[in-house]
């Protein structure tokens, strides 16, 4: 049978004001004028009042949706499903049809239900959400009955004013409103910034922290992005605000909300670890709690107040749902529900209404695939068409051919196909504004997807539209020219796989002619080995300059790269979406189509 749509669960429109401008002490009241979206559903022994002990309240959640309304394409749209045999199996998984699905499903029978997600709802999105500012996915999310979210590094993509418009609604400042008519209505859930203030005013950007109450039940959440969003955001995005530290931020709030008479809290944090399986459903606490996860997330949660139970993750694109011992040795939950819309994560948090907190020994968390064999929500496929007729003329304009995949965003390995591309492309776009251009340099976190040779509509198989390239490349970078010492360049490299980026390395995506090896059994700056670094088979002459194409976000030192923010004689080129778009015309045709790059640019020794 259909899906059809749960009828709203009554709840006021999110509050509409910064809280640079409510001011903080308004912050208490504006929560707890936000009623809650349950009905009853109680577990356990009666207390005095004749009301059972404890009541399960359902948690779903998910992050870094980056406006996937519709099924991600290729391998960013599949999740890895372990078999009892031990086997791996990939699921097609994702879009806002189903997710909107599943969620509406796992509320049955758990009147209780509170849904939250971890950032990134936004930014990076495809061409469908992108275009228009990521309105649609607001909207979607409106529908499916969002209840609070923290912010992500990508919701400081077009900066804090935009974020404000995105929250409290209103047209877009230069494209004004999309559809005739029609006003933008913002968020009707809260987005929770507590570790984001104003530079001026030291006051938070949006409120810290949200009450979700039902008949005496309240769970207060805690938003925060991780510390580090300058660095992965570009200079404008952040311009005038600090981003404060992730564990003593929850710390003060936790104490503020417990003050409050609010001793159940869980914290929605966007950042996140590395899985030790890529599979969704391994098992985090194997052979110990907590040992399937490594990364930020765990010093993190090692790190955060007793008194939060739970924790929500994302930004790492991960799924893991493990048992982290707090700072007293209890057991604490840890999840993250993947990307792209592809898991939601199902957690029970048994409320004692005596205590007012959760007993943690019976939380209970577990992901769950959005499967594409379910029905759509029909809400959702109305909404996403009506966006497509407004998109269409842009969307579907042909600009290259492919003659089969060429795996970017989930190649799962340091030099990708789909790299080795655009890096050509920002490369013949810088020679075309000065030919003494001499190679290109990709950030690997800016390769969005794949591009899949099997049509997406009706444009015929292995025709790239703007829309796949869109999606691709959405963030609107410029391609830029600098000049670096080939000191620079070599540091540059190293950089990689040190400072910021030696427990997680990113590794750029270089252009053709550039070789060099990673020697991964190394630690720090030595993996990147020196003498190995050339150009057209020479090696790079650290006293010589070389002209490197590398887009506006790595220009400005992006990404930990300090030392390709530090070029001289700059020139400025087209966005890099055209950059890619022209090398795609210029070098492909239906008869003649481009190949997938071999990706033999780098060796890796493991």
């Not at 959440?221 to 969003?229: A, K, P, S």
């Not at 993947?338 to 029970?348: E, F, I, M, N, R």
């Not at 391609?479 to 980026?501: E, M, P, R």
């Not at 700059?570 to 778009?581: H, I, Q, T």
Request: proline content about 6%.
């Amino acid at each position: 049978m259909p899906a059809t749509p749960q009828p709203r669960r009554p709840r006021r429109r999110a509050t509409r004001v910064l809280a640079a401008a409510a001011g903080l002490a308004t912050l208490g009241a504006l929560a707890a004028a936000l009623p809650a979206s349950a009905g009853q559903g109680q577990t356990g022994a009666a207390d005095a009042s004749g009301k059972k002990r404890t009541v399960d309240v359902q948690l779903l959640s998910f992050n870094d949706f980056h406006g996937n309304l519709q099924p991600p394409a290729g391998s960013s749209g599949q999740v890895t499903e372990k078999q009892p045999d031990g086997s791996e199996k990939k699921i097609d998984a994702g879009g806002a049809e189903y997710l909107a699905t599943s969620l509406r499903t796992a509320r049955k029978g758990n009147p209780y239900s509170v849904t939250a997600a971890a950032g990134d709802l936004i930014g990076a999105s495809p061409l469908l959400s992108g275009l228009f500012h990521d309105e649609p996915t607001i909207e979607a999310m409106n529908k499916l009955d969002l209840d609070v979210t923290s912010v992500g590094n990508h919701e400081f993509d077009e900066g804090a004013k935009e974020l404000a418009r995105i929250q409290n609604g209103g047209c877009h400042p230069k494209d004004g409103c999309f559809e005739k008519g029609k006003k933008f209505q913002g968020a009707d859930y809260p987005y929770l910034a507590a570790n984001v203030t104003d530079e001026k005013t030291e006051r938070p950007v949006l409120k810290p922290y949200w009450v979700w109450k039902h008949k005496g039940v309240k769970v207060g959440f805690i938003g925060v992005t991780l510390e580090g969003t300058p660095d992965i955001v570009s200079a404008d995005g952040v311009k005038g605000l600090k981003f404060h530290d992730e564990i003593e931020t929850v710390n003060k709030y936790a104490k503020v909300l417990d003050k409050q008479g609010v001793k159940s809290i869980v914290t929605l944090i966007h950042e996140g670890g590395a899985p030790a399986s890529q599979a969704y459903n391994y098992n985090c606490d194997s052979p110990g709690a907590g040992d399937g996860i490594s990364g930020p997330i765990t010093t993190i949660a090692k790190g955060i107040t007793p008194k939060v139970d739970a924790l929500v993750t994302g930004h790492t694109h991960s799924a893991y749902v493990c048992t982290v011992p707090d700072p007293s040795g209890k057991p604490r939950m840890v999840t993250s529900a993947s990307s792209y819309g592809k898991l939601y994560t199902d957690t029970t948090l048994t409320y004692d209404r005596r205590t007012k907190d959760i007993v943690r020994t019976s939380v209970k968390s577990a992901n769950h695939v959005v499967s594409r064999e379910q029905a759509k929500a029909k809400d959702m496929t109305s909404l996403i068409e009506r966006w497509n007729t407004l998109a269409e003329p842009v969307a579907n304009k042909p600009v290259g051919f492919i003659s089969g995949d060429i795996p970017g965003r989930g190649a799962g390995v340091p030099e990708s196909p789909l790299g080795d591309l655009i890096a050509d492309a920002q490369l013949a776009h810088g020679k075309s504004i000065d030919p003494e251009t001499d190679l290109a340099l990709m950030n690997p976190g800016g390769i969005r997807s794949d591009l899949v040779f099997k049509a997406s509509g009706s444009e015929g198989d292995g025709v790239v539209t703007y829309g796949e390239g869109f999606t691709v490349q959405p963030f609107s970078n410029t391609v830029n020219l600098v000049d670096l010492t080939g000191a620079q360049l070599i540091t540059g490299l190293k950089q990689q796989v040190s400072g910021s980026n030696e427990a997680s390395p990113k590794i750029l995506q270089v252009s053709d002619g550039l070789t060099y090896t990673l020697d991964m059994t190394k630690s720090g700056a030595d993996r990147v080995v020196t003498d190995s670094i050339k150009l057209g088979g020479a090696a790079i002459d650290p006293a010589a300059t070389y002209r490197v194409a590398m887009n506006s976000f790595l220009a400005g030192g992006g990404d930990g790269f300090a030392e390709l923010g530090k070029g001289t004689k700059p020139l400025v080129g087209s966005d890099d979406l055209k950059a890619f778009n022209d090398y795609l015309t210029a070098n492909s045709s239906a008869d003649k189509p481009i190949a997938p790059p071999k990706a033999d640019r780098i060796t890796v020794v493991k």
